[in-house]
Structure formats: structure tokens, C-alpha cells
């Protein structure tokens, strides 16, 4: 079995929000309709990736609810032999009318990205007034049956993390895992960068404070970096995600596709392999050679050799 079973596909890079720690809106570099995949495309893609060993498929952007016809997307991506599971990572904007759907056609675990719970505070960080539509969504989709919801949290100090226990609270109380993102800095948010970050290790400990030692429980498997915790005696888990002050290069199972084709063996390697064009041509040798190039060289890419400036935004975070 290939080391390398999780895939993250950006359908979209671009996004409804314009998060002050991402920053969508200051690209000038859109991908156009020319170059970006069409999702019969994206298919083609995902069936020789399957083929080569991905399990694991989670739909990113941008807003990945921002896109037509995803869910017939989805639904074409469920039927792929191999394919163990398809999941989401969403805004949240679009979660309330788009959940039925999506469970439907085969969505089976959603994360939904939420740095706060003050309706002002999000105004001023995503730049529209959206939480209450979002908090909508998130009770509409724990209520539905999917194998899990996750809410990830980006932290910035002074910013939210008088919020930290809220967060806990908040999972306790909805029973959906809580998943604390350290800040990465990116190419057009490195700005106060410095001032703004915030540890896993530091979190933790506020957390600590509170409610004693957390109990480890470990990673999930096919999933991303996150390493889970409980509190003693309670249900709902605390994840960390320790991008800055964390190693996982050595056991990254993951590879990004971004929506003109272009498979990265990681988010800080400035190497890819263009997917699109061999797609287009008709060429299944080169294209089978160009992904097989990437598993073969994945190894050799990591947060140690690399240090591509990107953004979070077309590459899917
Ligand atoms: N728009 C969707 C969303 O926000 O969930 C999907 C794309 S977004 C780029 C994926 C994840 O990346 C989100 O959880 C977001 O909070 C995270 N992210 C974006 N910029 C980040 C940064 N500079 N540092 C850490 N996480 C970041
Ligand atoms: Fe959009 Fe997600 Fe970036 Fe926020 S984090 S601007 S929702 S892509």
C-alpha cells in the first residue's frame, strides 16, 4: 500500500471571504477559466490518483461550496473503486442548504473553519457579517448524520485567543472535535507574524489550566497532522495542529491537486507536476509518469529542503 492515501483537491481557488490571515482578495493571480479543470476533468484525475493508491479525499479551496453542480461532482468521486473516503473543509457560508446534498452524494466528514464565536469579531476577520448563517450550518451538519464535524480554529494572539475555552466549551456542548491551527505564515500574510502567533504547546496549557492533564489519543488515520487529545472523562476531542512549532514531514501522507492540475508533493515545495496537460492531450503515459514521479520524489520535498511562499488560498490550506 502506497504511504501516500490522502489527498486534498482545491476545486476552487477562489473564495467568498476574504480572512485577514489568508487574504484571497490580494491575489492578482487568479487561476482563468481556460486553465482551470473542469470537474469531468478533475475526475479523470482523481480515478488515476485512486488508482496509484489515494483513499482519502478532501475537498478545499477557496470555498469549495462557492462551486456549481459540486455535489454531482461528489457524487461522481463516491462511485471511484478504492476510494475510501471524501470529505470537506469549508467556510461554513454555504453549509446550511448545501448539507443534504453533500451527505447524499457522499460527503462522509466536514470541517468547518471557525476562528470565532462573537459576531463582530467575525465581521472584522472575514470581512462579512456571516457567523450566525455559519453556526446554522455547523448544527444543521452535526444533526445529519455524517461520520464526524470538525470545527478548525486558527489562532491569533490578541485577536481570538481570549476564546480558546469558549472553543473547548463549544465542543463539549455540540460534541464536535475542536481542531487549534497554529498561524503559518504565507505569502501575503507574513506581516506580524511574530506578534501574532500562538503554540499548540501554549494552548494547551491554557487548556490545562482549566480542566487538568489532556489525555493523548493520537492521529486519525488517512487524515492530516492533527494530533488529538481528551478531557479526563469527557467526549469530543481537542486536536492540534502545530504547522510552525511541529516536525510531521516524516509521516505526511498527503499530496495537494489544485484546480489547473498541478499535483504537489507539499505545501512548501516549489516542484509540482502539471497533470492538465497530458490530461488534455490524451496522454495516459505521461500522465501515469507524472504522478508516479511525484509519490516516487515525494520524500526528497519537505518543510526542511522547501520554502515556497504560497498561498493558502489556491493551494487549499
Ligand atoms: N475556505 C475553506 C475554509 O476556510 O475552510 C477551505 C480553504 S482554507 C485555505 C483551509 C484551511 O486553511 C482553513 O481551515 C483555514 O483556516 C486554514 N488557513 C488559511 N490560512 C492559514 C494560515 N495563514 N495559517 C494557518 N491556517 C490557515
Ligand atoms: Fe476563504 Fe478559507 Fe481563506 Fe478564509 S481561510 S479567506 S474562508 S479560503
Known sequence: MSPYSYLRLSVTDRCNFDCFYCRPRLRRNFIGKKDALTFAEMLSLARCL???????????????LLKKDLKYFIQDLSALPGLRCLSLTTNGYFLAAA?????????????VSLDTLKKDRFK????????????????????SGFESVKLNVVL??????????????????????VRFIEYFPTKSCADGFSSDFISSHEVKEIIEEKYGDLEFLGPDAMSGPAQYFRIQGKAGRIGFISSVTGFFCPDCN??????????????HSGH?????????????????SAIQEIFSDKRLYNRLHCSRSFEMSSIGG
Open 272 to 288: 509540482s507536476a502539471d497533470l492538465r496537460r497530458p490530461l488534455r492531450a490524451g496522454d495516459e503515459k505521461g500522465l501515469s
Open 99 to 111: 448539507v443534504s446534498g453533500l451527505k447524499a452524494a457522499g460527503i462522509k466528514k466536514i470541517n
Open 156 to 177: 491569533l494572539r490578541g485577536f481570538n485567543d481570549d476564546e480558546i475555552l469558549d472553543f473547548v466549551d463549544f465542543g463539549l456542548k455540540e460534541k464536535v472535535d
Open 124 to 143: 472584522k476577520l472575514a470581512g462579512l457579517d456571516a457567523l450566525p448563517k455559519i453556526l446554522r450550518g455547523v448544527f444543521k451538519a452535526t444533526g
Open 50 to 64: 485512486t488508482q496509484q493508491g489515494i483513499l482519502h479525499i478532501r475537498l478545499t479551496g477557496g470555498e469549495p
Open 254 to 267: 498527503r499530496l495537494r491537486l489544485t484546480c489547473d492540475g498541478r499535483l504537489y508533493p507539499c505545501l
